[in-house]
Every structure is written in structure tokens, then in C-alpha cells.
């Protein structure tokens, strides 16, 4: 009898313990607030005109924290090529990329078209995450590259010098892309009104074949009738 009594006591002092222990947790979350944990800085690499997150870090009330970058006393890592939006009325292409993790110091871009020599883009800023092509032509196929360079040198291009990067050279997620520029409306145009010039000239035959030609040559029925209404 005692003992249960004792069982039953010891259970009602735990139940009322436990919702007295709850208040204690948010107590302790509210010491910890005052040092507020860093958060990441409103950094994206891929952002167009975006400012250095080192310099994010300098301009916050709190530093937040940014990722980590390879040593600026080395060329950069290449950057990633992203989207390739071509307008083919206007002959140009829009180029995205995004940043990698290294001190980039300027971009720019190489575009190769065939077998050609590689044609190097104006000198872009460090915030530059696109760029403009202009002067494609339509039905052309060009490799595009996105270079990024600091004071130790600039980032690896796979297959640089000469002819561009070549299939297997050209890995996804790699700082190269092919680009192709559909043939424009116009040309559409100049190939269907050929066709239709070629699709006219074979009837054209056909009916001087079938109404001229024969007749003179003779054909065996035609003229097996013509003797026929001779008799
Ligand atoms: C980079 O170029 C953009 C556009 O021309 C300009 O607004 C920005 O101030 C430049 N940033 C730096 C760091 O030079």
C-alpha cells in the first residue's frame, strides 16, 4: 500500500516536472542569440554583376560568411559556362557563366568558328557573369569559351590554340559550348522558292515532253489510232 502510494507520488512529481522543465529550452536559445551565427553572405556566382563576396562581407553590419577560394597566387579555375541563348534574326547570342571558386580579376571570351583561329572578346569586369555575341551568321556552328584571369595568369581553355576544343574536349559543366545559329527565315525562303522553281521546271518538261516530243517521236498507241482513223 505504502509503496504504490510512494509509485503513485514519485509519477505525479515527474509529470509536473516536465512541463515545468520546458520553459528552461528557449531560455538557453535566447543566451545563445546574442552571438548570432554567421550565415552565408548573399553571394550567387552565377549572378550577372555580381559584387566579390569579399567585398559583401566588408560592406555587412555582421561578416557573413563566403566560400572558399584557391590561392590568388595561381591562375584561376575556368569558369562554367552556362546558358547560350541565340537570336538568329539579330546574328548574335547572349553567353552566361558562372564564377569559379578562385580571385577572378577580368573574363572574356573565345569564339572559334570550324577551323578557324579563335577571335577574342573585349576585357570584362569581375561582376560580368554574360556577355554579347555579335556578327554570327545564320546556319553558322561556333565553340564558344569563357576565360577568367588574375594577376598569376588565366584559366585553362581545353584545346586552346588552333582549332577550339573538339568533342572529348568538351566536357559538361566545362567553360565551353557549342553554339549553333539557325538558318535564317530568309534563307528558308530562298531554299523553298527553289524548290518550288525546280518542282516547276520538271512539269514544265513533262508536259513539253508529253504534248511535243511525243507526237514527233510517235507513240505506238497514238499512232497505231492515227492509222487507224486514216483507213
Ligand atoms: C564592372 O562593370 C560594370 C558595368 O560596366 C560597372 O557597373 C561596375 O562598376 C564595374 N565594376 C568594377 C568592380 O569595376
Known amino acids: 500500500m505504502l509503496g504504490s502510494t510512494c509509485l503513485l507520488w514519485l509519477l505525479a512529481l515527474t509529470f509536473s516536472l516536465v512541463p515545468r522543465a520546458q ?17 552565408p553572405c548573399d ?31 595561381q591562375p584561376p579555375d575556368p569558369p562554367r559556362l552556362g546558358e547560350v541563348h541565340v537570336v538568329a534574326e539579330e546574328g548574335c547570342a547572349v553567353v552566361h557563366w558562372c564564377a569559379p571558386f578562385s580571385p577572378v580579376h577580368q ?16 576585357p570584362l569586369n569581375s ?22 584571369a588574375n594577376e598569376a595568369g588565366e584559366s585553362h581553355v581545353p584545346g586552346a590554340g588552333g582549332e577550339g576544343p573538339q568533342g572529348a574536349d568538351m566536357p559538361a559543366f566545362g567553360p565551353c559550348g557549342r553554339l549553333s545559329v539557325p538558318p535564317s527565315p530568309l534563307t528558308l525562303v530562298h531554299a523553298a522558292v527553289g524548290v518550288g522553281t525546280a518542282l516547276a521546271l520538271l512539269s514544265c518538261s513533262a508536259l513539253v515532253w508529253h504534248f511535243c516530243l ?12 492515227r492509222a487507224a482513223g486514216a483507213l
Not at 27 to 38: D, G, I, N, R, Y
Not at 129 to 146: D, H, N, Q, S
Not at 214 to 225: E, S
Open 43 to 73: 553571394y550567387d556566382r552565377c549572378r550577372h554583376l555580381q559584387v566579390a563576396c569579399r567585398e559583401l562581407q566588408r560592406a555587412g553590419p555582421v561578416a557573413c560568411l563566403c566560400p572558399g577560394l584557391s590561392s590568388a597566387a
Open 23 to 39: 520553459p528552461l529550452a528557449p531560455q538557453s536559445f535566447e543566451e545563445e542569440e546574442t552571438v548570432p551565427p554567421p550565415v
Open 214 to 225: 511525243r507526237d514527233r517521236w510517235g507513240c505506238p498507241r497514238r499512232a497505231a489510232a
Open 107 to 122: 573574363y572574356w571570351l573565345l569564339l572559334w568558328e570550324g577551323r578557324g583561329a579563335p577571335q577574342k572578346g573585349l
Open 127 to 148: 561582376t560580368f557573369r554574360k556577355a554579347e555575341l555579335k556578327g554570327l551568321k545564320p546556319g553558322g556552328t561556333y565553340v564558344v569559351c569563357v576565360v577568367a
